[in-house]
């Protein structure tokens, strides 16, 4: 059964940090693009950060550079998302996802994807 399941979320107030782990099993994800979405109560979802199976990583959304790093281990077939100076407009449900091969922009080129874990800053 493959599955990608994400871990890490909560409650935390304004300025804090947390991360976020994402682990595949059932499936090597060692040839797949990454990452993280996260989507809101009314909102489209958007891609927050990817990392490539080689290492290369992007920070996509504007709002969360230089506050959100992503990583990759390949031997644990997980990535992880560093949240530090967490604001309320951070608040969300955060998404793991997968793909084969490249990086896309967008939610729709991605096959896999986690159940979520929710991110609340107040």
Not at 2 to 13: A, H, I, K, N, T
Not at 100 to 121: I, K, N, R
């Amino acid at each position: 059964h493959v599955q990608l399941v994400e871990s890490g979320g909560g409650s935390v107030q304004t300025g804090g940090s947390l991360r976020l782990s994402c682990t595949g099993s059932g499936y090597n994800y060692r040839n797949h693009c990454m990452g993280f979405f996260r989507q809101g109560p009314g909102d489209q979802r958007e891609e927050v950060a990817t990392v490539r199976s080689g290492g290369v990583s992007r920070v996509a959304l504007d709002s969360v550079k230089g506050r959100f790093t992503i990583s990759r281990d390949i031997a644990k077939n997980s990535i992880f998302l560093q949240m530090d100076n967490l604001q309320p407009e951070d608040t969300s449900m955060y998404y793991c996802a997968a793909r084969f091969g490249s990086c896309l922009e967008g939610s729709a080129y991605y096959e896999d994807w986690g159940p979520g874990t929710q991110v609340t800053v107040s």
